[in-house]
Nanobody, 115 residues
């Protein structure tokens, strides 16, 4: 089993920045890709950013140039650095960790961007 825990959500003004840390435990697990998804009310959950354990990041077009994902393989941790935030980035953000053929999800953290 893998447990995934996010933190760092909150309220920020448009144009501001926010970091979302996430850690998968236990650290002894050999985790594959770790990702961040966003779920906007009334819409389906969508992939925002993903990074493999060889540090190859991918981003949704909507966040390219504004969001950056980084990873600490030793800790099975990722951080989503969000900058130039927009009101449309308001969502619940979920972190996931891939292990043994399935994706493990965290509980989610709310990010609210005010205009």
């Amino acid at each position: 089993q893998v447990q995934v825990k996010e933190s760092g959500g909150g309220l920020v003004q448009a144009g501001g920045s926010l970091n979302l840390p996430c850690e998968a435990s236990p650290s002894a697990r050999s985790i594959g890709a770790m990702s961040w998804y966003q779920q906007i009310p009334g819409k389906r959950r969508e992939l925002v950013a993903s990074i493999t354990n060889s540090a190859s990041p991918q981003y949704a077009d909507s966040v390219k140039g504004r969001f950056s994902i980084s990873r600490d393989n030793y800790k099975n941790a990722v951080t989503l650095q969000m900058s130039n935030l927009k009101p449309e980035d308001t969502a619940v953000y979920f972190c996931t960790a891939w292990w043994m053929g399935r994706n493990y999800w965290g509980q989610g953290t709310q990010v609210t961007v005010s205009s």
